[in-house]
RNA sequence: GUCAGUAUAGCUCAGUUGGUUAGAGCACACGGCUGAUAACCGUGAGGUCCUUAGUUCAAAUCUAAGUACUGACACCA
């Protein structure tokens, strides 16, 4: 043998790590795992494009580690796996981060500076950290293509995304529309739904509401009573937003909800009223103050200002007969500048409730998203004003001030907060306008009401909901395409699918597309200024085009692309051009009529950026057609995120893909769940408990970080990190399968096996070999399904189940002594092959999980047999399940085994009788003929493991046991259910001999509360229980009886073993080789001399003496106890 | 507030189509091993299977309601 098993002084695995890393660098492994596969069929994975403009967390290395799993997995089965690594560059983080570094706001942007400096800003400082992700991505063993990644802020990415959003275009799936959304006056700003949900955004606030009182117009007819309303009738509206009661323009009633006709008196002018609210909320708003009356005259004895207000209901309706009534406008500063005849209506709506309010919505299409939507519906104009230059705007300006038309209020702010500090009213407008209600008849109900609102997170003050002008994607239009796709996906857990993202889909709206930011792909939408003419780019050879007709036309003097060669590929070629909005704006581009046309503002959303990866990062359909058409790089077969994209990166993906491909984006995904501290507690910089992910990296290593967040818990269950288990996982299986390997080389080196002969045939293996080449080749099996299905944790927890209990345990500790002190040549071999074939095994199942740890043991093992010809596990195949090798019988024997023996360790303990001492017999009950097989076959093995000399199986009929019956509930449930409780009492009751009846018969007949029943033998468990006069225990089925007498021999041997055992301490404290033959003297008393005697060739082949010399010993000799303290001297020497 | 997910030993997690003694590891206690040794092994103690009601002969398991934690969604006026 040329070369030896590596050796190793202790575990180091950060070092291990290292040490691999260097190798799979210098080797480059990684790009041989794909070349290798050339040819081979692909497995498509996507990788979600990280922003490198904050720095990774430990919940990376979580979302990575899955990634990579299936990966390296799917490379052992022989697929070829590209993963090409992606940056997410745009959006308004990066944007608010540079704004902050830089000292500026967003008004500043094309003033202080430049768009163009602003930009390159953006580019910069996205990029900041990509060392550090590099650097994690390395640590860490995700093997991904970090040399070509795809960057969203490239002009080739963002020419496919212009492509993308062509073809969204073309099939008229783009739309622009006036929308209601979030936005924050102060930051001057609107806000994603992502913002809007960072922590601490909603709060509780304190705001006036009011129940106003809406005058239903003069002339229109009751539904209550018929007839003309009375002169004084009011809708009951409620709002905790007063300042949005000048822009009503409808109220909202649900058709099928029962209003009410009350008559009363308003409560702050006592003028007699008639109100319209829902019947349901008729206690809720009259609860305080006022009485209810049975007849209606009773409400002429009401005085004013008596404390008492009395109330009569006059008549009852639906909703939709309320429908189309007129009332007059509350508070009459302005009318809508479109359609003023339409406003002031009653419509019907599907979101209102009787849960609180009064059941009628107070509608301002200009502040509310459900508002507008059914007024729009309904043809109700909003509150919508022409300002200086013509356009259409709200009453609130962009500042969050009424504007002029607001008389009286004109120039507040809507709320206090946006004033600056001391600058604010002491009455805010909602408090005046309530004032103003309330004088003139026109305030039902003023109340103070705490409600939760969300908050800017930049500024801390409330968010106003305010009309922006949006491009959308008509993905209402698709919705059950979408869905019928998504059923399609397998989804990991599979109730993400169904349910959160199953239910989104289903609730989808259309899809808000534009931001107005400055750092991210432009729409490709040029507009002529009457908005008839409109041109969609999606590509820069069009947009070369289009600007030579502009050029031609004289509305610009040179095409910005006259460099740009059309066709031409090439890196170069693309570095010349930039698509960012600091370069298109400048472009003008000509209408067919000749008429110029500007680009829409607006950047587009960047979830679109990283939905488009799938084509993008190939630059389709430009080059790399066949990839995506040919279907060679999709759809994907697999991607991971964390549960947070399922509405992000997920649906995004899933939406373009349905609307541009009518196809899946992805075949399976697995979305896991959150990294929390080991207290349950989110993880946050704010309170400190973080975990570093590179400090972690540094003290545990990679492989032992890996391991144990994917076997701890499954990837969509929330893990709750703890560091001493990462601990855990390295000491008890790290380290038991280190010290399995170290055992293994110790002795294949000393006996210089190298697995140059040929494999034993599985048939003339021992037994103990074949049972564990059963247990891995049933590991093999279930490792192969549990990856398959993506659960990783599975696979993990049976790796790791085989290695610490199985071959460590139990194999490897029953067979030491076959590999240091076998004589048989043949049996040697077949431990040192099967030993070696479990290890071998373990390393490449274990390597898609512990890349590292498992590539080193791999490679210690393939140096010196060269069974695999590549150079690291990575590159080798998944091994092939020998089915002929899962012996169903030979893993119960050693089930018997382990278990049996467990019993009888559990006597010695109770009784303190060490295993050391032997004993002479234990008797088992046979069970049937299939046990008594099996137990025969380990008999040996438990008989040495419990030193036990003899192990005697009790016939059936043996008198000496003691049997006890129980009933089969699984088999008699189904056929007498009803009488299950009383078979048990019966069955309970029976004798011995009922027992020896039913084991006879083979079965019971008789009758159980006047019902004949049947059972047959299997209808039973019975069990032996006893064997009275002997020690006994019993668990599961199997009872053990142990003979604790000691002869006068045993306890010889037991003397004898103890020396041993002493004299194999010394031997290792005196620093002796274990091949070290020694002179063997002891001094002790006449008894323990005896036992001795009786059994010195086998003390002296254990500690390899010539012969036990009895002579006096000095101080020098260890004195040591065998029976009694300090009875026995002994000393060796070489 | 709405909708999901989770709830099993002190801690982290298993638990088969519902079947009668609910398991493992860690930690703890006690013991053992010592030719794998800064390892390792065995034994033991430790449970209101979140609560309540229901379905069933039988519920940790199925159903409903509630509680707690986590997440997603939400201007429900």
Redesign the pocket.
């Known amino acids: 043998m040329t070369k030896k098993y590596a050796e190793y002084k202790?575990l180091d695995m950060p070092n291990v790590a290292q040490v691999v890393l260097d190798k799979w660098k210098k080797e480059q492994i990684f790009e041989k795992s794909i070349e290798t596969r050339a040819g081979n069929k692909p497995f498509i994975f996507f990788e979600g494009p990280p922003s490198a403009n904050g720095l990774p967390g430990i919940h990376h290395v979580m979302a990575r580690s899955i990634k990579d799993i299936f990966c390296r997995y799917k490379t052992l089965k022989g697929f070829q796996v590209k993963r090409k690594a992606g940056w997410d560059t745009h959006g308004l983080p990066v944007e608010l981060g540079v704004e902050k570094e830089l000292g500026i706001t967003k008004e500043d942007i094309g003033t202080k500076i430049s768009v163009e400096d602003y930009n390159q800003a953006c580019k910069e400082a996205v990029m900041r950290y990509t060392d550090i992700w590099n650097d994690l991505t390395t640590k860490m063993g995700y093997w991904v293509d970090m040399e070509e990644p795809y960057i969203t802020y490239e002009p080739k990415y963002m020419e496919s995304v212009w492509w993308l959003l062509g073809q969204l275009h073309q099939k008229g799936l783009m739309y622009k529309g006036y929308t209601?959304q979030p936005y924050s006056p102060a930051a001057g700003t609107g806000l994603s739904?992502?913002e809007?949900?960072q922590p601490g955004c909603?709060r509780d606030v304190t705001d006036t509401t009011i129940v106003a009182q809406f005058k239903v117009a003069s002339g229109s007819n009751s539904p209550f009573e018929g007839g003309e309303f009375n002169a004084n009738t009011y809708f009951l509206?409620?709002?905790?937003?007063p300042w949005?009661l000048p822009s009503n323009t409808a109220l909202?009633v649900g058709s099928k909800i029962e209003y009410v006709l009350v008559k009363t008196f308003n409560q702050y002018t006592y003028e007699p009223i008639e109100v319209i609210l829902a019947k349901n909320l008729v206690n809720y708003q009259f609860s305080k103050g006022f009485l209810a009356v049975t007849a209606e005259e009773e409400l002429n004895q009401y005085e004013k200002g008596a404390k008492t207000i009395p109330y009569f209901i006059k008549g009852e309706c639906l909703g939709k007969d309320l429908i189309g009534i007129k009332y007059e406008q509350l508070l009459d500063f302005c009318l809508p500048a479109e359609n003023p005849d339409k406003a002031f209506v009653v419509i019907g709506g599907d979101?209102?409730?009787?849960?609180?309010?009064t059941?009628i919505?107070?509608t301002a299409p200009t502040?509310?998203?459900?508002?507008?939507r059914v007024a729009n519906e309904a043809g109700v104009p909003g509150m919508l004003v022409h300002d200086d230059k013509g356009n259409l705007v709200p009453l609130v300006d962009l500042q969050g001030k009424f504007r002029s038309e607001m008389g009286e209020f004109a120039g507040m702010y809507v709320k206090n907060d946006y004033y600056k500090a001391g600058e604010a009213p002491e009455k805010s407008v909602d408090v005046q306008i309530a004032i103003k209600l309330k004088t003139e008849n026109k305030a039902f109900k003023v109340e103070k009401y705490v409600?939760?609102?969300?908050h800017c997170w930049r500024t801390d003050k409330p968010v106003l909901?305010y009309p922006l002008d949006s491009w959308f994607i008509k993905v209402t239009d698709v919705k059950e395409r979408m869905i019928a796709l998504n059923n399609t996906i397998n989804w990991k857990p599979e109730?993400t699918g169904s349910?959160?993202f199953g239910?989104w889909l289903e609730n989808a709206n259309d899809w808000n597309l534009s931001r107005s930011r400055y750092w991210g792909i432009p729409i490709p939408i040029w507009t002529s200024e009457d908005k008839s003419e409109s041109i969609c780019i999606s590509s820069v050879e069009q947009l070369k085009a289009e600007c030579e007709k502009a050029v031609a036309a004289g509305l610009m003097t040179e095409n910005p692309f006259t460099a740009f060669e059309v066709g031409n590929m090439s890196k170069e070629n693309y570095a010349q051009i930039d698509l960012h909005k600091n370069y298109v704006d400048l472009i003008t581009l000509v209408s067919p009529s000749g008429k110029p046309m500007k680009r829409e503002a607006d950047l587009i959303d960047v979830w679109f950026d990283s939905g488009a990866m799938p084509y993008a990062q190939w630059h389709y359909p430009f080059e790399n057609k066949e990839l995506i058409d040919g279907h060679q790089g999709y759809p994907g077969d697999f991607i991971a995120e964390g549960?947070?994209q399922?509405?992000g990166w997920f649906y995004t993906l899933h939406a373009i893909a349905t609307m541009v491909f009518d196809s899946v984006a992805y075949k399976n995904v697995v979305s896991n769940g959150?990294v929390l501290d080991k207290n349950?507690?989110?993880m946050s910089k704010r309170l400190g408990n973080a975990i570093d992910p590179f400090t972690t990296l540094a003290k545990y290593g990679p492989d032992a970080t890996r391991w144990y967040m994917i076997t701890?818990?499954?990837p969509w269950?929330?893990?709750?990190f703890?560091l001493?288990?990462i601990t855990?996982v390295q000491?008890?299986f790290f380290?038991?399968l280190y010290?399995?390997y170290?055992?293994f080389s110790?002795y294949a080196n000393i006996d210089g096996f190298d697995y140059s002969e040929a494999d034993l045939a599985f048939e003339d293996r021992p037994e103990i070999d074949r049972w564990i080449l059963s247990k891995l080749n049933s590991l093999i099996q279930e490792v192969e399904t549990s990856f398959e299905q993506f659960e990783p944790?599975k696979a993990g927890r049976l790796i790791q189940d085989f290695v610490?209990n199985q071959l460590?345990?139990w194999y490897?500790?029953l067979c030491?002594r076959r590999f240091?002190k076998s004589d048989d040549a043949k049996d040697k071999l077949s431990a040192y092959q099967t030993l070696y074939t479990c290890l071998e095994t373990v390393a490449v199942l274990g390597s898609p999980i512990a890349p590292f740890f498992m590539d080193q043991l791999f490679q210690d093992l393939n140096a010196v047999t060269q069974r695999h010809d590549v150079t690291s596990v990575h590159l080798a195949n998944y091994p092939k399940v020998q089915l002929s090798h899962i012996q169903v019988d030979l893993e119960q024997q050693m089930e018997i085994a382990q278990n049996i023996s467990?019993l009888v360790?559990?006597l010695r303990?109770?009784e303190r009788i060490?295993?050391?001492q032997p004993l002479q017999k234990i008797m088992v009950p046979a069970l049937n003929e299939t046990f008594v097989k099996n137990i025969s076959h380990v008999k040996d093995l438990i008989l040495s493991e419990v030193n036990v000399k003899e192990l005697e199986l009790l016939a059936e009929d043996n008198s000496v046991l003691v049997k006890s019956i129980?009933p089969n509930?699984?088999t008699i449930?189904?056929k007498y259910?009803?009488l299950?409780?009383a078979i048990?009492n019966t069955v309970a009751n029976f004798s011995a001999d009922d027992i020896l009846f039913i084991e006879k018969n083979k079965g019971w007949k008789g009758e159980i509360e006047q019902e004949s029943v049947t059972l047959d033998l299997e209808d039973f468990e019975i069990n032996a229980q006893d064997i009275p006069g002997w020690l006994v225990a019993?668990?599961g089925g199997l009872t053990v009886a142990l003979d604790i007498t000691l002869t006068e021999e045993l306890k010889a041997e037991g003397i004898a073993r103890e020396v041993v055992?002493r004299v194999?301490?010394l031997?290792?404290d005196s620093g002796l080789d274990?091949?070290d033959r020694i002179a063997l003297k002891i001094d002790t008393n006449d008894f323990i001399k005896s036992a001795i005697l009786a059994n010195e060739r086998y003390i002296c082949s254990?500690?390899?003496a010539e012969k036990v010399e009895f002579i006096s010993l000095n101080e020098e000799a260890l004195l040591t106890e065998i029976e009694a303290e300090g009875d026995t001297k002994i000393a060796i020497s070489k």
């Open positions: 202790g209601i739904s992502h809007i949900n909603y509206a409620w709002t905790t937003t949005t909202t979101f209102v409730t009787t849960e609180d309010g059941g919505v107070h502040f509310g998203a459900d508002d507008a409600h939760n609102y969300p909901y109730s349910g959160r239910k549960v947070d399922t509405r959150l349950g507690q989110k701890n818990a499954q269950d929330n893990l709750k703890d001493d288990g855990e000491r008890k380290g038991t010290n399995t170290s055992f110790l944790t610490t460590s345990n490897v500790r030491r240091w467990s360790l559990g303990k109770k060490r295993v050391r129980k509930f699984k449930g189904p259910g009803k299950m409780k048990s019993s668990e055992n194999q301490n031997r290792k274990v091949t254990e500690v390899l």
